[in-house]
C-alpha cells in the first residue's frame, strides 16, 4: 500500500510514499494529510473467517490486507501492548444496553480512554522504526485530554523518542490533567497553553510545517512526528476496532453476516468516525454513521447543512471536554475521498483564510450518504446518564451524547454500536451531579460514585491524585516553540 495526499502534491515531496514514511513525517503538501492510495477490500469469506477471530488475529489479517512496509516482528510486538489492557483476551468489551444498542467500550487500556487502542501499539512501531534507522525524533501532541495521557504511556522511556505535549490549561478534567503533570519519563515534557485546543492543535500543525523549526530540531539530530490522529498510524488502528465489534455482534448472534448496523461516534478530531467510514468502504455492513457532538456543534452543521463556518462560533467549554473542538482535522480525509484533491485543497484553504466553507448541494448529498449528526447539552448528557444508571449501567459524558442520535435518527429498525471513548473516572464530577451529588473535588466524586453505585475506581486513577506534580509549564500560545526547543 502506498500513501497520498488530501490536497495534491508540491513537486518537492514524492508523489506517493511508504507507510513507515507516512507515519513517521506525518505532514503532506499543502498543509494536507497522507491517506491511502487505495484502501483493501474485504468480502463475506474475509467477515467469515474471522467471526471467531481474537483482536489480535484480526489485526493481523487486517495488516496483512494493507500490506504496509511494517516487520511482521514489529507488528507482532506491538500488538502484544493489548496485553496491559484489563482482559488481554477482550480488549473491547460489547456491552449490550438495548434490546438493539450495544456499547463498544474502547476505554480499557492503561489510560481509561479509546487512545489507548491506536496509541499504545502505535508508539511501539513508531519508536521501533527510529531505533531501526538510529534516527531521533520528537514527537508532539495536542490534546483536548485523552491523546496526551495515551501518547505519554505509549512513548515515555523511549530510547529514540521525546514528546511534547501540549494541553489548553483549564480545558481537560482534573484526572486527564493529572495523568499528564505527574508523568515522571525523562524523555516526555507536558506544556499548558493559555488558550483552546483549537489553539494548541493550530500550534502542532504549524510546527509540523515549519521548516525553520525542523531546522532547529536537526541541529539537535531531531526529526519531528506527530501522534495526533493527523498521523495514519493512529487512523489504522482505529479502523480494526469496527469491524471486531460488528463481528461480536455476528458471533453473539445479535445480527447475520452481511446484516447492516448503524455505528454511532462521539466526535471531536473526527479520527473515530474516520476509522468507521474507511471500514464501512472496505466491505463493513453499516448503513449510515451518526457523529455526535456537544454544543461546539460544527460537525452536526456540516453534515445536515453543508456549511463549515468558524466565522460566528467560539469554543465553548462543555462537560464533554474532548469534544470542544472546532477545527476538525480528519474531515479533510473524508473531503479528500469524496471530492479529490484539487476540492480539498480549495476548501481547506477557504478555511484558513476567511474560516468558512460551503459544499455545495451535490456535494451534501455524497457526504450524508454515509453521515448524519446531532448534537447535545450538557444537561442532556447528564440526563442520559442518569437514566442508564439506574437500568445499572454507568457512562461517561461523551458517551451519553450518542444516545440522542441513537433515539432520533436511525431511520431503520436496526441493531446499533455506540461507541464509548473514556470511562467514566475520567469526568466523576460532571457523572456524580448528574446521579443528584454534587462534590467538591474528583476524589469525592469518585469515591461516592464508587460506594453508591457499586463500581471499582481503577488502581490507575486512584493512585493519581497522591502523585507528584512534575509538569507545571503554562505559558502563552506564542512561547511553544521557545519552550520545546529548551526540552530538546
Request: negative net charge.
Amino acid at each position: 500500500m502506498t500513501f497520498i495526499e488530501t490536497r495534491g502534491n508540491d513537486g518537492v515531496k514524492p508523489i506517493e510514499t511508504t507507510f513507515s514514511e507516512a507515519i513517521l513525517s506525518p505532514a503532506a503538501s499543502f498543509g494536507g494529510l497522507y491517506v491511502p492510495k487505495e484502501l483493501p477490500e474485504l468480502d463475506f469469506n474475509f467477515f467469515q473467517k474471522h467471526t471467531q477471530s481474537s483482536y489480535k488475529e484480526l489485526c493481523r489479517a487486517l495488516f496483512e490486507k494493507f500490506d504496509v512496509d511494517i516487520d511482521e516482528g514489529y507488528l507482532n510486538e506491538a500488538l502484544n501492548r493489548y496485553d496491559l489492557f484489563d482482559d488481554p483476551k477482550e480488549p473491547v468489551p460489547l456491552t449490550k444496553v438495548e434490546d438493539d444498542a450495544f456499547v463498544s467500550e474502547l476505554w480499557h487500556g492503561p489510560t481509561r480512554a479509546f487512545k489507548d487502542m491506536a496509541l499504545q501499539p502505535f508508539g511501539y512501531i513508531l519508536s521501533k522504526l527510529a531505533e531501526k534507522r538510529g534516527e531521533k525524533y520528537l514527537i508532539m501532541a495536542a490534546t483536548s485530554g485523552d491523546t496526551g495521557p495515551a501518547t505519554l504511556e505509549s512513548f515515555k522511556d523511549a530510547s529514540s523518542v521525546k514528546v511534547a505535549c501540549l494541553y489548553p490549561d483549564g480545558g481537560t478534567s482534573d484526572v486527564q490533567r493529572l495523568q499528564m503533570v505527574t508523568e515522571d519519563a525523562k524523555n516526555e515534557k507536558v506544556i499548558g497553553i493559555h488558550g483552546n485546543f483549537d489553539d494548541a492543535q493550530n500550534a502542532l500543525k504549524n510546527l509540523l510545517s515549519s521548516d525553520s523549526f525542523k531546522a532547529k530540531l536537526k541541529e539537535s539530530h531531531t526529526e519531528l512526528s506527530a501522534a495526533n490522529s493527523v498521523n495514519f498510524g493512529r487512523i489504522i488502528f482505529q479502523i480494526i476496532y469496527h469491524i471486531y465489534s460488528y463481528l461480536k455482534l455476528v458471533s453473539r448472534g445479535e445480527v447475520s453476516l452481511g446484516e447492516p448496523v448503524y455505528l454511532v461516534v462521539p466526535s471531536g478530531n473526527f479520527g473515530n468516525a474516520l476509522g468507521g467510514y474507511y471500514a464501512k468502504k472496505m466491505g463493513l455492513p453499516v448503513e449510515k454513521i451518526l457523529i455526535a457532538s456537544n454544543i461546539n456543534n460544527i460537525l452536526t452543521e456540516l453534515i445536515t447543512e453543508g456549511r463549515y463556518d468558524l466565522t460566528d462560533k467560539s469554543l465553548v467549554q462543555t462537560t464533554s471536554p474532548a469534544m470542544d473542538i472546532l477545527k476538525s482535522s480528519n474531515v479533510e480525509r473524508v473531503l479528500f475521498d469524496k471530492f479529490g484533491p484539487e476540492r480539498t485543497k480549495v476548501l481547506m484553504e477557504r478555511l484558513n483564510e476567511s474560516g468558512r466553507y460551503e459544499l455545495t448541494s451535490e456535494e451534501l448529498q455524497m457526504l450524508r450518504e454515509d453521515f448524519d449528526a446531532s448534537f447535545s447539552s450538557d444537561e442532556e448528557g447528564k440526563e442520559v446518564i442518569a437514566e442508564y444508571a439506574k437500568k445499572g449501567y454507568i457512562m461517561d459524558p461523551h458517551t451519553a451524547t450518542c444516545f440522542k442520535a441513537y433515539n432520533r435518527l436511525r431511520k431503520k429498525s436496526l441493531k446499533t454500536i455506540i461507541y464509548s471513548t473514556a470511562e467514566w473516572t475520567k469526568f466523576s464530577p460532571t457523572v456524580c451531579e448528574a446521579l443528584g451529588h454534587k462534590a467538591e473535588r474528583d476524589q469525592e466524586a469518585l469515591e461516592w460514585i464508587s460506594e453508591n453505585y457499586g463500581v471499582e475506581v481503577p488502581k490507575a486513577i486512584a493512585e493519581l491524585f497522591e502523585k507528584p506534580i512534575i509538569h507545571k509549564t503554562v505559558i502563552d500560545k506564542e512561547k511553544i516553540e521557545e519552550e520545546i526547543l529548551k526540552f530538546i
